[in-house]
């Protein structure tokens, strides 16, 4: 498969990424050889696979009650925020 | 007043001081912080824990409240964590004392340490070469002997593969021994916390420290401790399955020669060699590259610049992020991101994502086959010693380099390097592979190597 850059700026779009026109060309290269490489899982037998092995080992896992409790970090976990108006994050508009 | 806490920490900050310019093994060194916790240590007397007074460094992809957490990314360049890592918090409780954090591809993503938005790391052993990565940092503080141990990552071989470079100890655990809270994460399905450390009892110490179920990671799992590791290493009558698929082209002549050595000083100990075949292995990079992308592009879409971290500004929402995602990620970064989007994107997830998962169960069964014959699988860790820095520009070479590593991974299984001897003058690391939750025995079968092959410092 060959990865042009009309892909790539599609790419770009879905992950919220800006690529200057020759990192696009470079990205559009490396992933046409990568694909090209795993091509190759193609070639392996059809056949469905069992479930994984964890699961087959019947490993139960638990979640911690969900429950509110009081966070006493607040503070420093907003310390380092770009940007605040004291109490919540400030973000440019959505359209400006 | 100075005690023993002190007197370890001050060591481990002098050998800093004296190596780490050159080698570049942390992204930063709490100097003062270090110091005060062991005074702290010194004035209470014994603390009693299993690792009271001995200096730790912490890969820079795990938490440290009020220590400066990057994960080798210019977009974390500036976060203070306010919370530690649950794997951090079990080292300072059984006394350990956090000196520093340590060098990384950025977001643990490459094989060498090139790929940190800040510097490269260099391999003791010759520093022209890498010291491997993602943990590259970590390896390097324990090989150059600054402290003791490290805690590191591994998603595909990021504690192992460096393990081998530098000549040390590295431990996988099985997925789900040791909490991820805390792991500014990659692929969560294949992230998994673990030690790299000078020698196995040591390594072997630190695991279980900070091993155990914790409920603010459900991916943790609640199982018996890992049994302590005896004072002589018994492998008599142990079945040790040795692939084929790993000794096969592409493989250095004189690693294979030291692998296979180590595994002749095993049988000479009583083990048993039995050829087996992992058949799906030649699929692993394919297939760990796609899920590891995958799982990528879905956890770096927290970082908006937003609530931390680096921001650019721009003229409505969506272009911030753009900016600063654009300007904040390097690009190996950028590039997995958008592999990892393309093997999700309409029209290409049955064709990419869903068979790389299929070949992932493919991996395990192989494994769970081979696992009902024998009790450990040993491998070369690598298939070269370590690389020149620079000689790996083009990815898919550098992805390649991984492919024994990646198989346990993709699996969820313990695995571990140790050190098995030189090729010319640098080191040659044995892969040791054990059933899900089986650390004891991959540890057991690690002390009796060492006993045959002991290790050593890079560095006066």
């Keep these: 498969m060959i990865v042009d850059d009309a892909l790539v700026l599609r790419l770009e779009r879905l992950a919220a990424l800006s690529l200057e026109p020759e990192e696009r060309t470079r990205v559009a290269a490396d992933l046409t050889r990568f694909l090209g490489y795993v091509a190759e899982l193609g070639e392996s037998e059809a056949a469905a696979p069992a479930p994984h092995a964890a699961e087959d080992a019947g490993i139960v896992q638990t979640l911690r009650p969900d429950t509110v409790a009081p966070f006493a970090g607040r503070a420093e976990a907003m310390a380092g925020a770009p940007e605040l108006d004291g109490t919540a994050f400030l973000v440019p508009r959505f359209n400006p | 007043m100075s005690g023993p806490a002190t007197a370890n920490v001050t060591e481990a900050l002098a050998r800093i001081a004296a190596h780490d310019e050159a080698l570049g093994a942390f992204l930063a060194v709490d100097r003062e912080g270090a110091l005060a916790a062991a005074r702290a240590l010194d004035v209470e007397g014994d603390h009693g824990g299993p690792l009271t007074g001995v200096p730790v460094a912490v890969k820079d992809a795990l938490c440290t409240r ?264 390097g690009a190996e970064v950028k590039r997995r991101i958008l592999l990892g989007t393309f093997v999700l994107s309409a029209g290409y997830y049955d064709a990419y994502y869903k068979k790389a998962m299929d070949q992932r169960r493919r991996i395990a069964q192989d494994f769970a086959q081979v696992f009902r014959e024998v009790d450990v699988v040993c491998t070369p860790t690598t298939p070269t010693t370590a690389f020149r820095l620079g000689e790996k520009s083009d990815p898919l070479s550098m992805y390649l380099a991984d492919i024994y590593t990646l198989p346990a991974s993709l699996a969820g299984l313990p695995a571990l390097s140790v050190p098995c001897g030189f090729a010319g003058a640098l080191p040659v690391g044995l892969q040791v592979i054990g059933r899900p939750w089986d650390e004891a025995t991959i540890l057991r079968v690690a002390a009796a190597t060492e006993g045959d092959f002991p290790a050593r410092g890079a560095l006066p």
């Design chain 2, 66 to 329: 009020g220590l400066r957490t990057t994960a080798g990314s210019k977009l974390l360049a500036g976060y203070v964590p306010p919370y530690d890592a649950t794997a951090v918090a079990r080292l300072r409780s059984a006394g350990a004392i956090i000196v520093g954090k340590t060098n990384l591809d950025e977001f643990s993503m490459g094989s060498s340490t090139e790929h940190s938005a800040f510097h490269p790391s260099r391999n003791p052993w010759d520093p022209t070469r890498a010291p491997g990565g993602s943990s590259g940092g970590s390896a390097v503080a324990v090989a150059a002997r600054m402290t003791p141990a490290a805690l590191g990552s591994d998603t595909g071989g990021s504690i192992r593969q460096p393990a081998s470079f530098t000549g040390i100890v590295g431990i996988k655990p099985t997925y789900g021994r040791v909490s991820r809270y805390g792991l500014v994460a990659f692929a969560s399905s294949l992230d998994q916390v673990g030690v790299l450390a000078a020698d196995v009892a040591t390594a072997d110490t630190v695991l279980r420290v900070i091993s155990g179920k914790d409920p603010m990671d459900a991916t943790s799992v609640e199982m018996p401790p890992i049994a302590p590791l005896a004072k002589e290493s018994d492998v008599y009558g142990l079945r040790i399955g040795v692939p084929a698929e790993y000794f096969a082209e592409g493989l250095d002549p004189q690693v294979e020669t030291r692998v296979r050595e180590a595994l002749r000083a095993l049988e000479a100990r009583g083990a048993v060699c039995v050829p087996v075949s992992l058949p799906s292995t030649r699929y692993a990079v394919a297939t760990y590259y796609i899920v590891a992308s995958a799982e990528a592009s879905s956890n770096l879409s927290r970082f908006d610049g937003v609530r931390y971290g680096a921001r650019v500004a721009g003229e409505s929402l969506h272009e911030m992020y753009e900016r600063t995602r654009s300007r904040g990620f």
